[in-house]
Structure formats: structure tokens, C-alpha cells
């Protein structure tokens, strides 16, 4: 028997900047392919949580909680999936989007300061940002070990709990940095999750 499916990366409409997706209609897709579970990521906020929350109980689907963010550190802010594990990662995310919205705009984005996960991950599961993300980018203007380096960073900060993200979207230098992505994975040991 095969592993079911489960989303692990999804914008609702709620996303703002490129969400179209309605929850009741994710809820009911979810269902009738009897996916376990579904985690919705809106760009930076946590608006559709409620709503999300209860349809997806309502139709006996575990919902995931998560965000996809705007982290700053070093060359601009890069893109990172946070999902909640338990109640305590809930807090740290909620503390976290709050904060990005109160003192880390940048150009009208809310970006969370790399600095302020320090301390605040406990909980939460972390997702590279694929290709779009901080490593994602190091790998694809070749810089190699400046990637190791950072891939070390996140995994201290989210120990048992960074994955690679990899997707098959066709867009441009996709597979290029899955062969990049997946090597570094091989010679990190670090697991690596479809979204």
C-alpha cells in the first residue's frame, strides 16, 4: 500500500498576493480524494485559520496549520515554510507572523528576522522554501558550500525538523536545482519532502 498524499504547501484565497483557492471547496477535494490531511500555508498570515480549521475537522481531515514567510538574513528575505507540530509551535508562528507585521515590513511585505527564531521553533516544522528559498537560491548562483553552511544554520535551529523541499512544477531551472537540492540532501543527510 502506498503512503497517502498530503499537501503540505497551499495557498487559500486568503493568501492575498496569489491565493484563488476557497476552503470549502479545498475541503471538499481533500475529501473525496480521502486525503488524511491538508495544511494550508497563506503567504505571511494566518487569516483562513479558523475557517480552515473547522471545515477541515467538520469533514474529518486533519488541518495543518502552517505559513509560508518572508525570512530576512543576509542578501534579502527569502521564502520559508513554517508548519505547526503542537500547540507550543502555534504560539511561536502566531508570535512570529505578528511581529513580522508590527516591526519587520519591508517595502509594505511582512518579513520575519532571521534573528528572532532564535529560541522560537520549538513546535514547528521547517520547509526549505524550495527553490525560492534561501538555499534554494545559493544553490542555483552556485555557491555550494555557502549553502552547506546555511542548510547547518536551519538544522540547528529546527533540530529533527528542516526538510528540502522539492516540487515538479515546470517552471524555469527546476531541474536543475533538484539535482543540486537532492545531492546536498545526500551529502547533508537531510530529508527531503515533495510539496
Not at 10 to 29: A, F, M, N, P, W
Not at 132 to 144: F, K, T
Not at 163 to 169: A, D, G, I, K, M
Request: with cysteine; net charge positive; proline share 4%.
Amino acid at each position: 500500500m502506498t503512503a497517502p498524499f498530503v499537501h503540505l504547501r497551499l495557498h487559500t484565497e486568503y493568501s492575498l498576493v496569489d491565493g484563488l483557492i476557497r476552503i470549502k471547496g479545498l475541503v471538499k477535494q481533500v475529501a473525496a480524494a480521502a486525503m488524511p490531511a491538508i495544511a494550508v500555508t497563506d503567504m505571511s498570515n494566518l487569516f483562513a485559520l479558523i475557517k480552515f480549521y473547522k471545515a477541515a475537522l467538520g469533514a474529518g481531515i486533519k488541518p495543518i496549520i502552517g505559513v509560508e514567510a518572508w525570512v530576512g538574513r543576509g542578501n534579502g528575505p527569502c521564502r520559508l515554510v513554517l508548519l505547526c507540530q503542537n500547540l507550543s509551535g502555534y504560539r511561536h508562528l502566531t508570535r512570529l507572523v505578528s511581529r513580522s507585521f508590527l516591526e519587520g515590513q519591508q517595502r509594505g511585505v511582512p518579513v520575519i528576522d532571521y534573528a528572532w527564531l532564535e529560541g522560537n521553533t520549538e513546535g514547528l516544522i521547517a520547509l526549505s522554501g524550495g527553490r525560492d528559498g534561501e538555499l534554494g537560491q545559493a544553490l542555483l548562483n552556485g555557491r555550494r558550500e555557502q549553502a552547506e553552511r546555511d542548510l547547518a544554520d536551519w538544522r540547528r535551529l529546527f533540530p529533527d525538523r528542516f526538510y528540502l523541499e522539492v516540487q515538479r512544477t515546470g517552471r524555469s531551472r527546476e531541474a536543475e536545482y533538484l539535482e543540486a537540492v537532492l545531492g546536498l540532501a545526500v551529502a547533508t543527510g537531510t530529508p527531503v519532502v515533495a510539496t
